[in-house]
């Protein structure tokens, strides 16, 4: 595992600003504090009456699904019925879809504005070089806001049950964990797709903060919204990983330019 390390135990001893200890301190509390958030949301769920609880096919009503009207799908095997496995990936990819998009805005309006980010986000920040244990330190206030507040977005919108819910956020830690545990094993195709480690360590570099702020899934909403940062891993002499910034392609000027055009009228 060592060989797929982006940073050496002693950077993340030498260069964090906040203690191991004090981050498993903070760590354990934002645990604690979105698991009651998750039990009262699916308390709300349960008993809301936006929320209709369908028997799709081999479930026995273990989905939920909003806006369909009650009785409109059945849980026989006839030609009206709609198979439990469609329903499961439409659930899952608007969940992932909901909160990867309302994450992105999130982190890029917590790095925008200075009250956010001197009295909140600036918190995650003091860790420079992530590990995986250190995946959610930060202000409290902020895991309400960005974590408890968009996956309680997502949830409602997909319509998942309780099972479902439980499952996918499962998902999603296990997904933040990857992206800070410092260690990148994935393709150079992947990584143009999907988040890792070394995409989420450059973010985390103390000048490259207003750049990949793609927080969980996809980097698609970077490339999308100009705030992608390229970048290189290399093999890091003495072992393990490192990455290297690579500068945008500078745009070509065309004649719509408007020093090509000045040059045209002087010649």
Known sequence: MERYRLNTKEDEDGKNMVSKRDVLFNVLSQHLLQLVSVAMLT???????????????????????????????????????????????????????????????????????????????????????????????GHPLEALMADTVGASLALFVSGMSPRATAVFLSLCNIKAIDNHCGVCMMSRFLRSLWNDAAYHDVHHMPRRVRHNFSDLFFVTWDNMFGTHMPYAVEERSGGGLKFRILRPKPTPKTRLDPMVKSTATAS
């Open 43 to 137: 308390t709300v769920r349960i008993h809301g009456r936006s929320v209709i609880s369908l028997d799709i096919q081999g479930t026995g009503g273990d989905l939920i699904v909003v806006g369909l009207p009650n009785g409109g799908v059945s849980g026989g095997g006839g030609s009206g019925g709609v198979g439990w496995v469609q329903v499961r990936v439409a659930s899952v990819g608007s969940s992932q879809s909901v909160l990867d998009g309302y994450k992105y805005a999130w982190h890029r309006l917590a790095h925008r504005s200075r009250f956010l980010y001197r009295h909140m986000h600036s918190w995650h920040h003091r860790i420079v070089m992530p590990y995986a244990y250190g995946t959610i330190y």
